[in-house]
C-alpha cells in the first residue's frame, strides 16, 4: 500500500523518512512550487529525540551543535542565575538550522525507491480516495479548512522574532534564556561563533527590526556582537485540535498542536507524535493488519491527552512570567531559584524537558 503526505515542509519530509525506513510507499503532494525556509530559523532537539532521529529517521550528527548546559535567568533577579540544567557527559540538548534539516531530508529521500514527491494543484483532492491512509500537514489545503478547524486557540498577543549574530569566538556550549521585562529572550549556540537568538516580544506588532537589533544587544552579557543577521518574525499562539482525525485521514506537526517557542518544545513535541506513529505502524505490518483508519483512533488515542497536558505545562511556564513581568514583582523567580537547589526536582523538569509526559 502508500501512504499520502499532505504538505512537503520538515514535519512531512521527517515523518515521510520514517516511513520509507519501514519500506512503506510514500506520496508527498504539496502545492507550494517554491517552499523556502528562513536561513535563521533554529530547531532545538533534546538529547532523547536526536537518538531517535539518528536511529529512526536519519543520521543528523553532522548538522547539529551540541549543548551541555540550559541556564535560564531573570531580569527581575539582576541577571542572576535561576536553574541550571547540566549534562554529565553528554549533550543535553542539540541546535541546528532548519534549512540544513530539510535539505538533508529532501535529499536523501529524493534518492529512495519507496518515495514520490508530486506537485497537485489546491482544488483538486479528487484523487485522494486512491488512498487508505492519508496524512495532513498542510495548514492551508481544503481539507484542513474542512474537517480539522475546530480548535483550542490561545492568542500571546506577541511576536517571536528570530536571527543569528556573529561574535568573536568562544566555547559556546551553553544555551540560556533570559525572561525580560519585554519577554523571554533565548540565546541558541550553534558554532562557537555564532548563535541563534528567539526574542519574543509582547505587545510588538509593529516594532522596526532596528529596534529589536538594539534590545538584543542591550541584553546580551555573554557574547562580542559583530554582527546581526535580517531579523524575521511571526506571531504567536497556543494550538490545540480538538480531533486529531477525520475517517482515514490524520492531522500531524502544527495542526495538532503549537506551543509558545520559550521551552524550545514545538518540534520535540511532532518527534515524539512520529515515534509513537511509527510504533504504531511497525506493529501493525509485524502482525499482517493493514493501515487504515483505525490506526488514526489509536494514535489518537495515546497521544492526544499527553499533548494537551504537555502544551498546558509550557503555557503554565508562560503565564506565570508574565504575572511576574505585569505585577512587577520577583516572588517567581525567587521562588523557582530556591527549588532549583534540589537536585530531585531539577533531574524531574531535565526528564520532563527531554522525553516529555511519560505516562
Known sequence: MTVCILGNGLTALT????????????????????????DTRTIGITKNNIDFFNNNIINIKKIIWDLKNIEIFSENLKKERLINFKANNDQLFSILKNHKLYELLEKN????????????????????????????????????????SKKIIKEYNSYAYTTIISHDQILNDTAFQIFTKKGPLAFLPISNTQTSIVYSLYNSKNQKEKN???????????????????????????????????????????????????????????????????????KRLDNGLSLDSSVNLEFQNRQKHKNFIFSCGVDLIHELFNFERKMKTSFLSKSVKLISNYPSINKMFSKIADRGVLF
Do not use: W
Open 15 to 38: 515523518l515521510a523518512k520514517g516511513l520509507v525506513n519501514c519500506k512503506i510507499n510514500v506520496d508527498v503532494l504539496y502545492n507550494q512550487k517554491n517552499y523556502k525556509i528562513s
Open 212 to 282: 529589536i537589533n538594539k534590545l538584543i544587544r542591550d541584553k546580551n552579557f555573554r557574547y562580542k556582537i559583530k554582527s546581526v543577521d535580517k531579523i524575521n518574525s511571526f506571531e504567536l499562539k497556543s494550538l490545540n485540535l480538538r480531533s486529531y482525525y477525520h475517517n482515514n485521514i490524520l492531522a500531524f506537526g502544527d495542526l495538532l498542536h503549537k506551543v509558545h517557542p520559550l521551552a524550545g518544545q514545538g518540534f520535540n513535541m511532532t518527534i515524539r507524535d512520529i515515534k509513537i506513529f511509527l510504533k504504531i505502524i511497525k
Open 109 to 148: 529521500l529524493s534518492k529512495n525507491k519507496f518515495f514520490k514527491s508530486k506537485f497537485v494543484k489546491k482544488e483538486n483532492l479528487s484523487f485522494l480516495n486512491k488512498y487508505e491512509l492519508i496524512i495532513n500537514c498542510d495548514p492551508f489545503n481544503l481539507i484542513t479548512k474542512k474537517y480539522f
